[in-house]
């Protein structure tokens, strides 16, 4: 077994240790030492990162009590030493003694259990037996963890038996055989965990609980500790001081603000949407007194230059409601655009036709046999394209 130096001292970066044995992980080279101050990726907490001999270490498992290192290329050593990052290291021990702190106040604020909990590489997660929450009962579970962070209590771990687990008040008894390590804050909390944590509260630094979601009949919500909070809060702050400055007003009428603004161009959108439709109808029409008689069919043919594409096939279902109509538009832009349409009742499939045309562009279309659309790189052969579909109309294909 792996005598796990961590345990003794979460604050230790460097080490010595033995090759007990090597070995393959996925096809990367892998060590087993006699002691390590790696901490495997277990308990919902990701393993250290650093370097044996230089060699950087990319990854830390745990297979059946043995710590597997596993490197990025082979050590022929049969002694290595080892550091850690401590910033890495620092940061979990931040985030996992907050989340210690935080399921405790879950429980006593909201009598709300930790069904499981990850503490991920930028923003760690909480599952908790709840269906819902509310913004005021967040509020005050993250009040009473940072009255804990803020009193510094003392932080202890120790190895209890199976019988003196019981006697402890830890929130969830481990099923397997002990001996059980467990983490303590004064006072506050008892946990059975082998994750690496502060030895004091105040190290924790602030919690901030974040955005929550339902998950299969409880609530998933995200928090951030220590550094990772104080990220957060400088980038949000320096985000809500410039938008506070682009619309001068201050922060704490930003949110009105917005939301009035909001709420004025969706109105916005929805003249502007009238008035398009307008302009279309307008358009259609236009183009419907440019069509060339091919028989019995009137044929509506254009190219245009940069155009929306919506427009120019909202433009092509329009004209189609004509009776006895044929649609051929194109569209030039970074690539070339064809919407072809015609009226129900006509034999001439545009799905066909369609990819006729597109083989010019380079490109392919596809659709219906009255609506059909595509595209492709050789913009500039659009004209050409518009003009191959309609000699096929007067062919009668």
């Known amino acids: 077994m792996t005598k796990r130096l961590y345990f003794d001292d979460p604050y230790r970066t460097e080490f010595d240790a033995k090759v007990v044995r090597r070995l393959e992980v996925d096809g990367q080279p892998g060590l087993i030492l006699d002691e390590t101050c790696f901490y495997p990726t277990a308990g919902g907490q990701c393993c250290?990162?650093?370097l044996l001999n230089d060699v950087p270490v990319v990854d830390v498992c745990d297979m059946d009590g043995e710590i597997v290192h596993v490197t990025s290329r082979a050590i022929d050593a049969e002694r290595v030493h080892g550091t850690i990052v401590w910033e890495r290291r620092f940061d979990f021990m931040q985030q996992h003694s907050g989340q210690?702190?935080?399921?405790?106040?879950?429980?006593?604020?909201?009598?709300?259990?930790?069904?499981?909990?990850?503490?991920?590489?930028?923003s760690s997660t909480i599952e908790i037996s709840r269906e819902s929450l509310e913004e005021e009962e967040t509020a005050k579970a993250e009040d009473t963890a940072n009255r804990i962070v803020f009193e510094n209590r003392a932080i202890k771990t120790y190895f209890v038996s199976a019988d003196e687990v019981r006697k402890l008040p830890v929130r969830k008894i481990p099923a397997q055989q002990g001996p059980f390590r467990i983490v303590e804050v004064d006072g506050f909390d008892h946990s059975?965990?082998?994750?690496?944590?502060?030895?004091r509260t105040g190290e924790i630094g602030f919690i901030k609980i974040g955005r929550w979601e339902h998950i299969r009949g409880n609530v998933r919500l995200q928090f951030l500790c220590g550094g990772r909070a104080l990220k957060d809060y400088r980038f949000k702050s320096e985000t809500v001081e410039k938008l506070a400055d682009r619309y001068s007003a201050g922060p704490h009428d930003l949110l009105s603000l917005v939301t009035k603004q909001a709420e004025e161009n969706k109105e916005l959108r929805k003249t502007v949407k009238r008035l398009s439709d307008q302009a279309l109808i307008f358009e259609a029409h236009d183009l419907i007194s440019k069509a060339v008689s091919c028989g019995d069919i009137k044929v509506v043919r254009a190219v245009f230059d940069n155009r929306p594409f919506d427009e120019v096939r909202s433009l092509a279902t329009r004209i189609?409601?004509?009776?006895?109509?044929?649609?051929?538009?194109?569209?030039?832009?970074?690539?070339?655009?064809?919407?072809?349409?015609?009226?129900?009742?006509?034999?001439?499939?545009?799905d066909t036709l369609i990819a006729d045309a597109c083989a010019i562009l380079s490109g392919r279309g596809g659709g219906s046999p009255r609506f059909?659309?595509?595209?492709?790189?050789?913009?500039a052969k659009v004209d050409e394209a518009v003009e191959t579909a309609f000699e096929l109309i007067q062919k009668g294909q």
């Open 48 to 50: 250290d990162k650093g």
């Open 372 to 379: 059909a659309f595509g595209g492709g790189p050789l913009a």
């Open 320 to 350: 189609a409601d004509r009776d006895r109509t044929v649609v051929l538009l194109g569209n030039r832009s970074d690539k070339g655009q064809l919407a072809f349409s015609c009226s129900e009742g006509l034999s001439y499939r545009m």
């Open 192 to 199: 059975a965990c082998g994750g690496t944590h502060c030895s």
């Open 100 to 122: 210690h702190v935080l399921s405790q106040s879950l429980i006593r604020v909201l009598d709300a259990d930790t069904v499981s909990a990850h503490l991920g590489e930028e």
